[in-house]
């Protein structure tokens, strides 16, 4: 029954949905990033690394300029040259795309990690080199309940929800978003209708460039204001598990990156409850939360969802 009492206390606070917001924002965000690449039919794991050199270019640069934005902007313009190696080598070369986006995901904790000392002087984290303020919405702040959550959070949540709308009506509503699809589920048949294969698979790589980019960038400049080394904690990962259970839908995406985001926080609550007594040794085990959620959801979807049926597979044009 305590257990119980907690839980509820937890999910009566509003505090839990805006610590829920926080924690899916860099999943919504990496997994809109999977979905642009995979539904071009580039399967790219690397988000994960690509996050990692995203949130530590940023601090660099911010660090080096004094300016957030800077960062920011420096932060995904390296990120999107780091994703075209994986576009490079798995669409021009036919590459195995996973060994290629695992290839960029160690060297990415390489280099971020050997660099740390030559820049910032010292291994493990970097000082406080400064945030993107937060942004307060006047309109809504006022409004009970919903105002605690919404009325002022991070500039990068509402660019996440922002990125949803405009990612499901780029697919789904443009004449590019039916190219990418076609050279997804069928590039052959695409390239006979005049579509460029290669270019449409460039566009979708690095666009998820640009959003695991903003996922990194969020990771530093949005929360901490620092960077840590290995911060993104595999959250590439898990942003991966919510494009396949999003079925690879910015909509079904953002979903499943809000329910990691509900077990994070529901971890982050429960450790600070006042309602359970755990002992300090029992605590930690609650960072497992949203790794057992991840798995036991990834496999009740299993065999429920479909990907694009040229994802993964290299498009070589014929020769004539």
Sequence with gaps: MIWLEAI???????????????AATPLIFASLGGVYSEITGVVNIALEGIMLMAAFNSIVFTHLSGSPWIGLIMAIVIGVGFTWFHAWASIRWS?????????????????????????????????????????????IKD????????????????????????????????????????????????DTLGINVYRIRYFGVLMSGVMASFAGAFLSLGQLGRFVELMTHGRGFIALAAMIIGNWNPVGALGASLLFGASEAMNLQLQSSTIITVSANVK????????????????????????????????????K
Excluded at 8 to 22: C, K
Aim: aromatic share 12%; hydrophobic share 55%.
């Design 8 to 22: 509820f206390a937890i999910l009566v606070n509003p505090n839990f949905y805006q610590l829920t917001l926080l």
């Design 143 to 190: 409004v009970p309940f919903i105002g605690q959550i919404l009325g002022s959070m991070s500039l990068f949540v509402y660019l996440a929800l922002i990125a949803v709308v405009v990612t499901w009506v780029l697919l789904y509503r443009t004449s590019l978003g039916l190219r990418m699809r076609a050279v997804g589920e069928n590039p052959e048949a695409a």
């Design 95 to 139: 590459a195995n795309q996973i060994v290629s986006a695992t290839a960029l995901i160690i060297i990415a904790q390489g280099v971020t990690s050997f660099l740390m000392v030559p820049i910032f002087g010292h291994p493990g984290q970097t000082d406080y080199v400064g945030r993107i303020p937060a942004v307060e919405l006047s309109f």
């Design 284 to 319: 930690p085990l609650f960072n497992m939360i949203p790794f057992v959620v991840t798995l036991v959801v990834v496999g009740g979807f299993i065999g429920r969802t479909r990907a694009p049926a040229a994802s993964g597979v290299p498009y070589e044009k014929e020769s």
